[in-house]
Structure formats: structure tokens, C-alpha cells
């Protein structure tokens, strides 16, 4: 099975730049940012079975990576 690439600038190339400088200078993109990429390691650990897990554990990471990526959207954004 082929797994998705969600790492952020995979998700937003055209922000790639914006996502350097907030990184560096916004300490809650900072940590958000974090937390999104340690929650694409962990599904993509799940999704290889690397970390055998239920379905419903899954999706509640799934969707948490989700919310957390709509956040992040938001301040590249503004």
C-alpha cells in the first residue's frame, strides 16, 4: 500500500517559504507545527503497521492531524 506524504510543506508547497519564517519567528506556529508533524509520524507508523493500532485510535489521530492542519492554514494565511 502506497502511503500519503502529509508532512506540511508536502501539503502547502506554495507556503513553503511562509511556513520557514513562522516557524522561526511565531512560537504557537512553532508548536503547532510540531505537534502536526509528530502526529503525521505516528499515523504513518500506524498505517505501516509499525505500530499495530484499532482503527478507531487511527482516526482519532487522523482527525486531530486534521484540526491541527486547519489551524496552521489559517495563520499561513492571515
Known amino acids: 500500500m502506497s502511503i500519503e506524504r502529509h ?3 508536502h501539503e502547502f508547497p506554495e ?3 511562509r511556513i520557514r519564517e513562522l516557524k522561526a519567528s511565531d512560537a504557537h506556529f512553532s ?8 502526529l503525521t ?3 504513518r507508523l500506524m ?16 482527525l486531530r ?7 496552521l492554514y489559517a ?3 492571515a
Open 31 to 38: 508548536k503547532l507545527f510540531d505537534e502536526y508533524d509528530e
Open 65 to 71: 492531524r486534521v484540526h491541527l492542519k486547519d489551524q
Open 47 to 62: 498505517e505501516e503497521e509499525v505500530h499495530p493500532t484499532s482503527t478507531g485510535t487511527e482516526e482519532t489521530f487522523k
Open 15 to 17: 507556503f513553503r517559504e
Open 75 to 77: 495563520m499561513l494565511r
Open 7 to 9: 508532512d506540511l510543506v
Open 41 to 43: 509520524r505516528e499515523v
